[in-house]
């Protein structure tokens, strides 16, 4: 397999492992990073999910909640659920973990510094996109693209005349990774109800096997989409 195959290949199986966990029971997640075979755990941590809260029926309309992986030791609880705002200063503990949660997971993982170390950095990283969550963020929901099969005849992705949209888009959807001394830069394409077909572009920076994500991603949109749904 060339570069683009094998990157396929494992997002493929990584978006298929996140579609198939159990969201209801306990469980320890490491399972993934057989996959993401290039991202490794510190000594004696886990990898770990905090599974999103729906909110209540009565809640404000602005209410959300997404969920994420964590990294965590011991007799930590492996699926995290957010307290309830009565618990006081539990509930915002929680929620400061939950801001920075993008940043504290690399702290305890150690990335390969290759194309497909990178590669599965960033597939970590945007995992808050495709798991579970409610309310106004899914603004955020991707569905993630890596071929042009994925676009073909897609049933949810039609005109007003029942036609597919993408029937004639011919641009390339391949995700690539670059190279650069001590900086990756990580592409993929995804789809998103409110923006459309769009390319991202990802600069990840390795430090002494660790790796530092930029958050100001490049995004290039090449098929404007907006569902009509607003929030």
Request: with cysteine; charged share 25%; hydrophobic share 40%.
């Amino acid at each position: 397999m060339n570069q683009t195959e094998l990157l396929i290949e494992v997002g493929r199986a990584y978006i298929d492992a996140l579609n198939n966990l159990d969201m209801k029971h306990s469980e320890n997640v490491s399972h993934i990073l057989d996959i993401l075979d290039c991202v490794h755990l510190d000594p004696y941590y886990h990898l770990g999910i905090y599974i999103e809260e729906p909110a209540p029926f009565d809640a404000p309309t602005h209410a959300c909640d997404q969920s994420w992986f964590h990294c965590y030791q011991g007799d930590e609880e492996p699926i995290m659920r957010r307290p309830d705002k009565s618990v006081g200063m539990v509930y915002h503990y929680q929620n400061m973990r939950y801001l920075k949660f993008i940043f504290d997971i690399f702290n305890h993982l150690t990335i390969d510094k290759t194309a497909m170390g990178a590669w599965q950095a960033y597939l970590l990283s945007i995992a808050k996109t495709v798991l579970p969550f409610s309310g106004m963020l899914y603004y955020t929901k991707r569905e993630l693209i890596f071929s042009h099969d994925q676009i073909k005849d897609k049933y949810h992705w039609l005109d007003l005349k029942r036609k597919p949209l993408l029937k004639d888009f011919d641009k390339d959807v391949s995700p690539w990774v670059r190279i650069q001394g001590t900086q990756a830069i990580v592409s993929c394409c995804y789809w998103n109800e409110w923006q459309g077909l769009v390319r991202e572009n990802a600069n990840i920076n390795f430090f002494n096997e660790r790796v530092y994500l930029l958050e100001d991603f490049e995004e290039d949109v090449l098929f404007h989409y907006h569902c009509g749904i607003i929030y």
